[in-house]
């Protein structure tokens, strides 16, 4: 069983900050996990910051949030820093896993954890 937890969010005042953990639990030969994704209410999901092939940040991001890993928890962190209300969503991450016995990944999203950035 593999198992991707969200965890950090919460409520936050205009220009706040908030740190978000990525965990992967279980057993499998590999994984990589991609990056923090959000979903707005009545918007899609929308990539917030990926730390694949280095380190890339939606417009909205750059500046205020930064992405960083752990290898040896298979822990991803998004601290976010100058937090505004238009930060409000659902923040989920992506991993992709390669588990025991499978010749493939498969992507895995954790449940979201949510972010409400208001006065």
């Known amino acids: 069983q593999v198992q991707l937890v969200e965890s950090g969010g919460g409520l936050v005042q205009p220009g706040g900050s908030l740190r978000l953990s990525c965990a992967a639990s279980?057993?499998?030969?590999?994984?990589?996990?991609v990056g923090w994704y959000r979903r707005a209410p009545g918007k899609q999901r929308e990539l917030v910051a990926s730390i694949t092939s280095g380190t890339n940040y939606a417009d909205s991001a750059k500046g205020r949030f930064t992405i960083s890993r752990d290898n040896a928890k298979n822990t991803v962190y998004l601290q976010m820093d100058s937090l505004k209300p238009e930060d409000t969503a659902v923040y989920y991450c992506?991993?992709?896993?390669?588990?025991?016995?499978?010749?493939?990944?498969?992507?895995?999203w954790g449940q979201g954890t949510q972010v409400t950035v208001s006065s």
């Open positions: 992506l991993a992709r896993i390669r588990r025991l016995g499978h010749s493939y990944e498969t992507d895995y």
């Open positions: 279980g057993s499998f030969f590999s994984i990589n996990i």
